[in-house]
């Protein structure tokens, strides 16, 4: 006759025996599953992961000798608009606290942004910059005239 503590320990090693066998079907069915779940990158459309996001600070340019192109765009002011039957002309202050005259087609800005229209009161500038992935994209300034206290 058994005693209660052999009735415990042969409960104890049928369920060490039954655990091992469960875990080891559980294992080969884990190891099944995995081959059958490989996962395969397409890089198409998505940057390349180990690229840093963080870029280089870009040399500062040289100056040039021409005022407009040696300021930002964000920079400048635009002062007034004038225009006769041959021209729409605006007047633009740079931070050096002087003041130019552009036309539609000239080449303003650090980054040769071109003056596309001379509206009533606005002046659209489209320069190419980069976007974060590095190509060149149009992005459109708009110099808008101060609106006085009162108007």
């Given amino acids: 006759m058994m005693t209660w503590r ?3 320990m042969a409960f104890l ?3 060490a025996v039954l655990f091992a066998g469960l875990q080891a079907s559980a294992q080969e069915k884990a190891a099944g599953e995995i081959k059958k779940q490989a996962y395969i990158y ?3 459309g998505r ?3 180990f690229i840093s996001l963080i870029r280089p600070a870009a040399k500062e340019q040289e100056k040039t000798g021409i005022p407009w192109l ?3 765009v964000s920079q400048m002011r635009l002062i007034a608009i004038a225009s006769d039957k041959r021209a ?3 007047l633009i202050g740079l931070p050096d606290k002087k003041y130019y005259t552009i036309r539609e087609g000239m080449t ?4 040769r942004g071109k003056v596309v229209k001379i509206l009533g009161d606005t002046v659209l500038i489209r320069e190419m910059k980069p976007d974060f992935k590095g190509r060149m994209q149009p992005v ?3 110099l808008r005239l101060r609106k006085e206290e009162g108007q």
């Avoid at 303003?108 to 980054?111: D, K, R, W």
């Fill in 6 to 8: 052999g009735t415990i």
């Fill in 13 to 15: 090693v049928m369920a």
């Fill in 42 to 44: 397409h890089e198409a």
């Fill in 47 to 49: 940057r390349d992961p």
């Fill in 70 to 72: 040696d300021y930002d």
């Fill in 88 to 90: 729409e002309y605006a």
């Fill in 108 to 111: 303003v800005g650090l980054h």
């Fill in 140 to 142: 459109d300034t708009y």
